[in-house]
Each structure stands twice: as structure tokens, then as C-alpha cells.
């Protein structure tokens, strides 16, 4: 099992570009999430999806879009880049079901630089 | 206020040594709690939950004091390979809620 994947692993973009980060799981995790880390902030949450069709806000979901076509990939989208967006992007996945199904398994990230 | 808070650090400490984390949390309806460890430039994965009766994992022991909101990790004996950032994650209704990270240095 190659657990949650996550494209491409660094990226540069200039301010106004657009990107897709796309993330991947085979354990068969009904939730995934997309997560932003910040020197001095934690792991703050974008958005996440509770299933295959569905997603919903986070913390700090302005300038992003999601989307869960198929229960296995969550695609988190940048529409306009702005140098406030560079940062490291994890996506997580976990069962979805009972209370230690909280566990979440993490991607190994995606450095993002927007200059 | 921060809804998780811990002490940033850095805590460098000698092999061998024991070695306390502590975090509190705002949010008193906090239903789940746990402990990730991050190394440097990789992803956070998972130490271990926190029950209320407290538990222990080999070197690890996780305290929960939800009078307090207040929950607490330690590490005895300390390896050069426990060297991480210690991240203290609370949930409720299923989304985490993750703490700065107190970063540990153990050194020879």
C-alpha cells in the first residue's frame, strides 16, 4: 500500500497562475483533507470531504477549491495565486467511521512558493 | 487565544534524560486527543490517543486533565532518534485541531 500520495512534491508559481495539487489514497478512507502548514501556525484545515460528491470548509478555505470525483483522490485547486498562499500543503485521509477512526494518515506534502 | 496551545520550545536535552510537553486547550467540548510526531520536512504521524485514564505507550505517557483542559506527554529515557516536533491535536466532531508543535533536540 502506498498510503496517501500527493503531486507534484515542490512547486513554483508566479502570483495569478493557477495550479491543482492532487492527493491520492489506497486504504479506502472515506474522509480526506487538505491542510495548510505556516512557520508558528500548525496545521490549519482548507477543506475536507466526508465522501465521494461531497466537500465542505475548513479554517481557512478562502482562494481554494476542492474537489472529490472519486473516493480515492481529493484535488485541492488555486485559481489566482497570491504570495500569501506559499506555504506546505498536506492531504490526510482516515476511516470516517467511530472515534479512533480520527486517526488521520498524512501525505507527504507539497512545498508551495508563489512569488 | 489559540484553541491548542503548547510551548514552542526548542527543548534540548541530553540522551537519557526525561522530558515533559504540555498543552492546553480552549474548547471544553473536546471530545478526542492525541499526540503526532512531525520530523523535520515530513509529514506528522501519528504517536498515540490520549485516554482519559492516561496511558502509556514503551517510553511514551500521555496524560488527559479535562477539569484543566490540559493534557501532557512524556518521553523517559530519551534517544537521539526522539528528536521531532511534538504536535498536540484535539477533536471534535471528527475534525483536529492542531497545536503549534514543541519541538525536541536530544543531543549525545
Known amino acids: 500500500n502506498a498510503g496517501v500520495t500527493q503531486t507534484p512534491k515542490f512547486r513554483v508559481l508566479k502570483t495569478g497562475q493557477s495550479m491543482t495539487l492532487l492527493c491520492a489514497q489506497d486504504?479506502?478512507?472515506?474522509?480526506m483533507y487538505w491542510y495548510r502548514q505556516d512557520p508558528g501556525m500548525g496545521l490549519r484545515l482548507i477543506h475536507y470531504s466526508v465522501g465521494e460528491g461531497t466537500t465542505a470548509k475548513g479554517e481557512v478555505p478562502d482562494g481554494y477549491n476542492v474537489s472529490r470525483l472519486k473516493k480515492q483522490n481529493f484535488l485541492l485547486g488555486l485559481e489566482s495565486a497570491a504570495p500569501s498562499q506559499t506555504s506546505v500543503y498536506f492531504c490526510?485521509?482516515?476511516?470516517?467511521?467511530?472515534?479512533?477512526?480520527?486517526?488521520?494518515?498524512f501525505g507527504p506534502g507539497t512545498r508551495l512558493l508563489v512569488l | 487565544r489559540k484553541e491548542v496551545e503548547q510551548d514552542p520550545g526548542p527543548f534540548n536535552v541530553p540522551e537519557g534524560a526525561t522530558v515533559a510537553f504540555n498543552c492546553t486547550y480552549s474548547?471544553?467540548?473536546?471530545?478526542?486527543f492525541f499526540w503526532y510526531r512531525q520530523d523535520c520536512r515530513k509529514e506528522p504521524k501519528l504517536l498515540m490517543s490520549v485516554y482519559s485514564s492516561g496511558n502509556e505507550d514503551g517510553r511514551f505517557t500521555a496524560q488527559l486533565n479535562r477539569a484543566s483542559q490540559y493534557i501532557s506527554l512524556l518521553i523517559r529515557d530519551s534517544k537521539l532518534s526522539d528528536s521531532a516536533t511534538y504536535l498536540c491535536v484535539v477533536s471534535n466532531t471528527g475534525k483536529l485541531i492542531f497545536g503549534q508543535g514543541t519541538t525536541l533536540q536530544v543531543k549525545p
Open positions: 486504504m479506502n478512507h472515506e474522509y
Open positions: 474548547n471544553s467540548a473536546s471530545q478526542s
Open positions: 490526510a485521509s482516515s476511516t470516517g467511521t467511530g472515534v479512533f477512526s480520527e486517526t488521520q494518515y
